[in-house]
């Protein structure tokens, strides 16, 4: 059995990993939360709502990384990147689900990997990583002569903005088009801003009330419109896929992996 545990144990995608993490069949060893966190000391599985699991939310990243066989990590980059190196050093498994990487610190990521194997993806779900394949295929066919814009809805308390999910999207179809993500993305339009390009690629972010994630990549030709969307209804599909990927990672070569490692899609 899997020895997992959940770092974010008390926040929205964390409290769902350990109910997901027991309905696979995994052992819970550890949950923390950032020191000074309310629930610290509470009972992990009565803070997510599946039983007592006689495991208290801790503040001790290395005691809990020490219990585990992987962490898996839902929190803020920069959490996340002392972990993986926390990980590293105990020579532990780790998944990352954290969204709001610079590049910069996405490189630091693959360093930290070096010696362990781990992985980041910013969306856990098989539909939004078919998605990605899916998008890839699109607008290799489609080339140049299609305008493409995408656009995210999330809840309120989304703190990163565009979404992980679809800076991934925008890359996936910058480099089936053979531009640079980072030089075509268009994150603002206001006032007279002139034409669009052929080569930029939109990108528009909603947010509001409890909309779990929504993306919709727009290709956008002369008298004709495709549109490829995923809607999630629920953070389930989020949190078993990373409970899926915390049982493909340990065991695994050293490197950093991501979802379509995970689901054989590469
Ligand atoms: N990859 C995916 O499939 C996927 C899906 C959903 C959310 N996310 C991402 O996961 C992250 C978390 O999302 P959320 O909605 O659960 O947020 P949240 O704010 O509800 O939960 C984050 C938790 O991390 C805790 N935390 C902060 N610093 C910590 C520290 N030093 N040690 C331990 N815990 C700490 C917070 O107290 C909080 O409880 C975001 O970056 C989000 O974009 C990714
Ligand atoms: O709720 C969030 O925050 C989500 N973040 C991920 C992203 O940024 O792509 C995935 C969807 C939910």
Redesign the pocket.
């Known amino acids: 059995m899997t020895k997992i545990a959940v770092?974010?144990?008390?926040?929205?995608?964390?409290q769902r990993i350990i109910v997901a993490a027991r309905e696979a069949g995994c052992t819970v060893s550890g949950a923390?939360?950032?020191?000074g966190?309310e629930?610290v000391g509470q009972d992990a599985g009565l803070i997510a709502g599946c039983g007592a699991l006689g495991i208290a939310i801790s503040?001790d990243?290395n005691a809990v990384v020490e219990g585990c066989d992987v962490l898996i990590d839902?929190?803020?980059?920069k959490?996340s990147l002392?972990?993986l190196e926390v990980c590293a050093l105990k020579k532990k498994s780790i998944v990352i689900?954290?969204?709001?990487f610079t590049p910069e610190e996405r490189a630091l990521a693959v360093e930290l990997a070096r010696d362990i194997p781990a992985v980041l993806?910013?969306?856990?779900?098989v539909g939004?990583n078919v998605c990605f394949k899916i998008l890839k295929d699109v607008a290799k066919t489609l080339g140049d002569d299609f305008d493409v814009e995408i656009v995210e809805l999330h809840h309120n308390?989304?703190?990163?903005a565009p979404?992980?999910?679809a800076v991934r999207m925008g890359e996936v179809v910058a480099e089936a088009l053979g531009r640079d993500y980072n030089k075509v993305a268009t994150y603002h339009r206001e006032g007279i801003c002139g034409e669009r390009t052929k080569e930029e690629i939109g990108m528009q972010t909603v947010r509001g009330g409890d909309i779990v994630?929504e993306h919709t990549v727009y290709f956008i030709g002369m008298g004709e419109r495709i549109e490829i969307s995923h809607r999630a209804m629920t953070?389930d599909m989020?949190s078993r896929?990373?409970v899926r990927a915390a049982q493909w990672v340990v065991g695994k070569q050293p490197g950093l992996y991501d979802m379509q490692d995970v689901l054989g899609l590469k």
Not at 121 to 125: E, F, G, H, I
């Open positions: 770092c974010g144990a008390a926040g929205r995608m964390g923390l939360e950032r020191p966190h629930m503040d990243l839902f929190t803020t980059p959490v002392k972990n689900g954290s969204t709001g993806a910013p969306n856990m779900s939004v308390k989304k703190k990163d979404s992980g999910t994630g953070r989020f896929g990373s």
